[in-house]
């Protein structure tokens, strides 16, 4: 019988690890069922929960088509692009050769205009998986679609399946939005409803924790980045399925495929039953709510009661949702989940000493830390994940996952919740393996610490402070595991998504610690993943935020082995250039009492401006430089500055050259330091601030001097100084346009109009 029970169990994980693929091994085609498809991408008018606009469609849709495959295929799907840029498509949560991961210029070739591409990949796992674009900010556009795998033999009891993508839709072009982002406009905010005005803060007795956010540098406790028209599911904003008849189960397979928004997923009932996560199956767990991170695939099994079930998802910011309704008759509403009280959120936050980053899990010996889980249970090993053995005494606690359906309804989570209650939702204890999942005591364990790090200033995000462009790849050796642990020192989530490799995620459950693809850091906490190093080639590991991702939080984990012939022609320079793009805007004051021009164009590290000054005297001072970033809040500059020398009077100038310094500094003001040829020291500062829910407030003072170091100055002064501030309102109308007033001491009060472009 003992002998009987260890058989069955490893006949039980070999099965375990079917589902997500042997990452270096059984890769040939032969003998494989073949599955073709055949993919279009271009470029169309498209209308999505009425909005219209032009998109990025494939087979002439959004999302995409589903690809359906069996475990044991050979999948052949030839893309073909017409459109007149390039294009990729990254295959997301399979296991497959390098060569066709389908990230351009690392791994796979980018499809040009007018040509098909043909990604050949042997199908060694089972699960709901999806596929992208990879290039530049393609997949905001719609370049996405679903994946369905079935296993060899069905191990779940449900009657019918259901795809469902989400997914966040936009207007604008994504270049302009992530410009729009650089610029550090508040726009999204104020459209949205989500900025918190000063006299909020000031109302609501939090003060204390604004001026903690500000001496850090930080606006206030941000959740999302960018104004949304649609939330979509499936391409609507309500997908209804009245073919689906009561006491039915449905096998619900949810993908994120947003670009930039995570999800409150809450059911109106059907006894949602949580049964597998990024593909892989766990432990069946009855959820009626969770947190459904960007890229995350999530299986549920539903039963229709009588009459319509609806599921909504609701972004995370509360700015919006979409709905799925499934069946006919009574609805079972689901809810719409309540905005999170972000000022609530920032006085919780501000207790944390947000310098060092996930604060409340260092040191906590006594709580279920990623540190201390890890002490635990990373690499306490009973199995080795390559060759599949495993220790007589293992216990897989089969009894335990034994969940008896229940056809009640069950109690509903409550429409409102706090940002401790809403915090407990951001970790993946529920989430546990069906077998154990460490690895061998004897396996060599490299450790890393990335912390996952960003400027919402400059919107530029990195990885240990440093973005993709100013880095090496990271070495790892087959046969090892490699550890990470994720430090999240910002105010966002960020779903960390790894190409080619499933990971562990350690959690409460230990040895029983689930296997993903992509996992979400919250604010200021820490994740604990790790992997077994089984394969060849490089492969991308990044912030699944496509804003973020092209911002610079990004790694290239390389096996440091050949690269593929076929990539010659394809230098990885290109992969990187990407996310070290420069980003052009301007703005201009145009007033009754003066009017001012800025023009910027920047990449991560340098940027160049110009600065126009002149009021309806003949009065002008215009100034060009080109800055440098030393970090994220000093740069140097060197620049031509002139201005009128005769007052009211175009006739003659005074050019100078000048060097200087800029720090943005805690409390947010923005400091300027220089010292032109003639050795007039200058000093600038300037500050703006959201004082109601469309106002800002903005201030600017400037001093120069004249020590007659290279001048001669009149009447024997010891120097000659000259100040010019301006103190001014403006009211945002919308994304380009302000109506602003101000009082200036040089052109004196004046109005008008604030455009940025």
């Not at 994504?174 to 000031?202: C, D, F, H, M």
């Not at 919780?348 to 635990?376: F, Y």
Request: with cysteine; hydrophobic share 35%.
């Amino acid at each position: 019988m003992k002998t009987f029970n260890t058989i069955f169990l490893l006949f039980l994980t070999s099965m375990a690890f079917a589902q997500v693929g042997t990452n270096g091994e059984d890769r040939k085609e032969e003998g494989r069922n073949i599955q073709e498809y055949n993919l279009t991408i271009e470029e169309n008018e498209i209308t999505l929960s009425g909005v219209t606009a032009k998109g990025m469609t494939i087979n002439g849709g959004i999302p995409g088509p589903t690809l359906e495959f069996n475990e044991g295929d050979l999948a052949i799907i030839n893309v073909t692009n017409k459109m007149d840029e390039e294009t990729s498509v990254h295959w997301h949560g399979l296991i497959l050769p390098n060569f066709y991961d389908g990230v351009p210029y690392l791994t796979t070739p980018p499809i040009k205009p007018n040509t098909t591409f043909q990604y050949r990949i042997p199908i060694n796992q089972s699960g709901t998986y999806w596929y992208h674009s990879h290039t530049m900010l393609q997949e905001q556009k719609g370049v996405y679609g679903s994946i369905v795998i079935h296993p060899k033999e069905k191990t779940l009891d449900y009657d019918k399946d259901l795809v469902v993508v989400l997914s966040d839709w936009t207007n604008e072009k994504p270049i302009n939005v992530l410009r729009n982002l650089k610029r550090g406009n508040e726009w999204y905010q104020v459209k949205k409803g989500t900025a918190v005005p000063l006299s909020r803060v000031i109302k609501e007795d939090a003060l204390g924790a604004q001026f903690k956010f500000w001496r850090d540098r930080m606006e206030g406790a941000d959740i999302a980045d960018i104004y949304y028209p649609a939330f979509l599911a499936n391409g609507k904003k309500v997908a209804e399925y009245p073919e689906f008849k009561t006491g039915e189960k449905v096998r619900l397979r949810f993908i994120n495929a947003s670009a930039s928004s995570y999800y409150w997923m809450d059911f109106g009932g059907g006894n949602p039953m949580i049964v597998a996560s990024d593909g892989v199956d766990v432990t069946p767990k009855y959820k009626n709510r969770f947190l459904f991170a960007i890229a995350e695939t999530y299986d549920v099994i539903v039963t229709i009661p009588e009459g319509t079930l609806e599921i909504t998802a609701t972004a995370q910011d509360g700015s919006g949702n979409t709905s799925i309704r499934l069946g006919s008759g009574k609805l079972y509403p689901a809810t719409v989940i309540d905005r999170p009280d972000k000022v609530a959120m920032m006085k919780q936050m501000a207790t944390m000493d947000m310098k060092m980053g996930a604060p409340a899990l260092v040191g906590n010996k006594n709580s279920n830390t990623p540190e201390v889980l890890m002490q635990k249970y990373g690499m306490k090993m009973n199995m080795d994940m390559k060759d599949g053995q495993m220790e007589n005494e293992m216990n897989m606690e089969m009894k335990k996952d034994v969940m008896p359906m229940n056809h009640k309804m069950m109690q509903k989570d409550t429409t409102s919740f706090n940002y401790d209650t809403r915090k407990t939702y951001f970790n993946y204890d529920f989430l546990k393996a069906k077998e154990n999942t460490t690895y061998k005591a004897d396996i060599p364990v490299t450790d890393l610490l990335l912390n996952l790090t960003g400027n919402m200033q400059r919107y530029v995000w990195s990885l240990n402070g440093i973005p993709l462009s100013e880095t090496d790849k990271i070495k790892i050796k087959g046969g090892e595991v490699t550890r990470i642990t994720l430090n999240n020192l910002t105010m966002m989530h960020h779903p960390m998504h790894l190409h080619g490799h499933y990971f562990r995620v350690i959690n409460e459950n230990g040895e029983r610690s689930p296997l993903k693809h992509t996992v979400n850091v919250p604010p200021m906490q820490k994740v604990v993943i790790e992997f077994y190093n089984e394969e060849y080639g490089d492969w991308f590991f990044h912030c699944h935020v496509l804003y973020h991702m092209m911002g610079g939080m990004a790694r290239v984990f390389s096996y440091d082995t050949p690269r593929d012939e076929r990539m010659k022609p394809y230098p990885v320079q290109n992969l990187i250039d990407e996310t070290d793009h420069y980003y052009s805007w301007g703005a201009a004051r145009v007033g009754s009492n003066f009017n001012e021009l800025l023009l910027m164009s920047s990449n991560i590290r340098n940027e160049f401006g110009l600065r126009a000054e002149f009021d309806y005297n003949q009065n002008a001072e215009i100034e060009v430089n080109y800055n440098r970033y030393l970090n994220d809040w000093v740069r140097v500059y060197a620049g031509v500055n002139t201005e009128t020398s005769t007052p009211d009077s175009y006739d003659t100038f005074n050019t100078v050259g000048l060097v200087g310094v800029k720090y943005f500094t805690p409390y947010r003001f923005n400091v300027d330091v220089s010292m032109d040829h003639q050795l007039r020291p200058r000093i600038r500062l300037d500050r703006e601030l959201l004082i109601f829910p469309r106002i800002f407030l903005e201030g600017e003072y400037e001093y120069r001097a004249d020590f007659g170091w290279v001048n001669e100055l009149e009447n024997n002064k010891s120097y000659e100084g000259e100040t010019q501030w301006l103190i001014g309102a403006s009211y945002i109308l919308s994304r380009n346009f302000s109506i602003q007033g101000n009082y200036n001491n040089r052109y004196g009060w004046g109005g008008g109009l604030s455009i940025r472009f």
